[in-house]
C-alpha cells in the first residue's frame, strides 16, 4: 500500500513538472520570432501610439512590457485591449493572423528594463 501511495505521489509530481519544462521556450524565445514580431510590430504602425528605444510616439513607451506582461497577457492586451483595462484607449486588433499576434507577443516579452 505504501509503495502505491509512494508511486501516486511520484506521479504527481511528474505531471506538474512537465508544464515547466515545456514552457522553457518562454525563457529564451528562437531569434527567427522574435525578428518576425518587430516586422509585424512595424507592419500594424504601433509605434503612432508607442515608443521603443526611443523611437516612436513616446507617450507610451513599451520599454519595460516584458517585466509586467506575459507573452500571453500581451496576447490578450492586443486582440482586446478593453479586457485588459477597462477604459483602454488602445486600437484592437482582432484579426492579426495567430502565428503574427504570437511573433509581436514575443517580440514584446523580450523588452525589459535592467
Ligand atoms: C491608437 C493608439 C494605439 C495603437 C495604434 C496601439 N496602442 Fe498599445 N496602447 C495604447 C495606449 C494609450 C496604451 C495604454 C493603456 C491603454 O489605454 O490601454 C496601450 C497599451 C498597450 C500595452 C500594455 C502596456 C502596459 O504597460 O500595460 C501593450 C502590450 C500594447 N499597447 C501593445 C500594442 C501593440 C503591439 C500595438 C500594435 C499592434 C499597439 N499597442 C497599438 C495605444 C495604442
Redesign the pocket.
Known sequence: MRSVIAFAVVLVLALTAAPALLRADDAAPDAAKVEKGTQV?AA???S???AIAGKGNSK?P?DD?GS??SIDQ?KS??TN?KGA?AD????A?PTLAAEDLDA?ATY?STLKKQ
Not at 483602454?88 to 486600437?91: A, G, Q, R, T
Open positions: 510590430y500594424q504602425k504601433c503612432m501610439c508607442h507610451n513599451l512590457v509586467k506582461l500581451i492586451y492586443v485591449p483595462k483602454s484607449k488602445m486600437k486588433y509581436l514584446l
